[in-house]
Every structure is written in structure tokens, then in C-alpha cells.
């Protein structure tokens, strides 16, 4: 059953205007793997997680660190979630969360959807 939808959407310019005017934020909202990657790909990622919160209802025990966006030997994005967040997930019945994202002319956009039932819940990766 469908629990929760979310997405967003990230101008990638201003995205990296923000990154060069404060690069804390880098450490503040990727993990280390991520931290790699290319601005495009980097914002795609940062609507990934906003569009998560989205779809969990709220922020309330979920940490930008503990979320990574990792992909699936096919290319396909999941989310590796860790400590809290993961912990959060659980709590709120979430056994599946179905993630895509694009980025092009300028934009990122991703899109979440937070599934509860009798799947394994995306625990806790680390």
C-alpha cells in the first residue's frame, strides 16, 4: 500500500551557486561517495532526499547523512539508509521505497514513493 509520494525539483545552477557560496554544505548534505559527483548529479540526489522527506510526511528523525543515494549494478537508484533515518523508516511501517530522478536542461527532478506491506523494510545498509 502506498503510505506516502514525493518529489522535487532543483535548478542546478542555483544549486551550484549555493555548493561554491557554502561548501560545508557538501559535507552537511552528502555522503562520501556522493561527495564525487558531479553537480548535476549532486542536485538530482538533493531532490532524491527532499523528495524522500516528502514522502515520509515530514523530517522528524531523518538526517541528510544518513541518507545515500546509491545504485543497483543495473544503474538503478536506491536509497542506502543508515542509523536514525533507517530506524525512522521502519518505524513508520515502510518496507519499500521507489525512487527515480533525471536531470536536464538545467533541472533535477526526482520522485519518491514509500510503500508499506509485507516486504523486507530498507533497513539499516551501514
Given at each position: 500500500?502506498?503510505?506516502?509520494?514525493?518529489?522535487?525539483?532543483?535548478?542546478?545552477?542555483?544549486?551550484?551557486?549555493?555548493?561554491?557560496?557554502?561548501?560545508?554544505?557538501?559535507?552537511?548534505?552528502?555522503?562520501?561517495?556522493?561527495?564525487?559527483?558531479?553537480?548535476?548529479?549532486l542536485?538530482?540526489?538533493?531532490?532524491?532526499?527532499?523528495?524522500?522527506?516528502?514522502?515520509?510526511?515530514?523530517?522528524?528523525?531523518?538526517?541528510?547523512?544518513?541518507?545515500e543515494?546509491?545504485?543497483?549494478?543495473?544503474?538503478?537508484?536506491?536509497?542506502?539508509?543508515r542509523?536514525?533515518?533507517?530506524?525512522?523508516?521502519?518505524?513508520?511501517?515502510?518496507?519499500?521505497?521507489?525512487?527515480?530522478?533525471?536531470?536536464?536542461?538545467?533541472?533535477?527532478?526526482?520522485?519518491?514513493?514509500?510503500?508499506?506491506?509485507?516486504?523486507?523494510?530498507?533497513?539499516?545498509?551501514?
Amino acid at each position: 500500500m502506498i503510505v506516502g509520494i514525493g518529489v522535487d525539483l532543483v535548478d542546478v545552477p542555483r544549486f551550484e551557486e549555493h555548493l561554491a557560496r557554502t561548501p560545508r554544505l557538501l559535507l552537511r548534505l552528502f555522503g562520501p561517495a556522493e561527495r564525487l559527483l558531479k553537480p548535476r548529479s549532486l542536485a538530482a540526489r538533493y531532490a532524491a532526499k527532499e523528495a524522500l522527506i516528502k514522502a515520509l510526511g515530514g523530517s522528524d528523525g531523518v538526517h541528510w547523512t544518513d541518507i545515500e543515494v546509491a545504485s543497483e549494478p543495473s544503474g538503478r537508484p536506491v536509497f542506502a539508509l543508515r542509523g536514525e533515518t533507517a530506524r525512522t523508516v521502519a518505524a513508520r511501517g515502510i518496507t519499500a521505497l521507489h525512487l527515480s530522478m533525471s536531470h536536464d536542461a538545467g533541472l533535477a527532478t526526482a520522485y519518491v514513493i514509500a510503500e508499506a506491506g509485507t516486504q523486507t523494510p530498507p533497513g539499516d545498509t551501514a
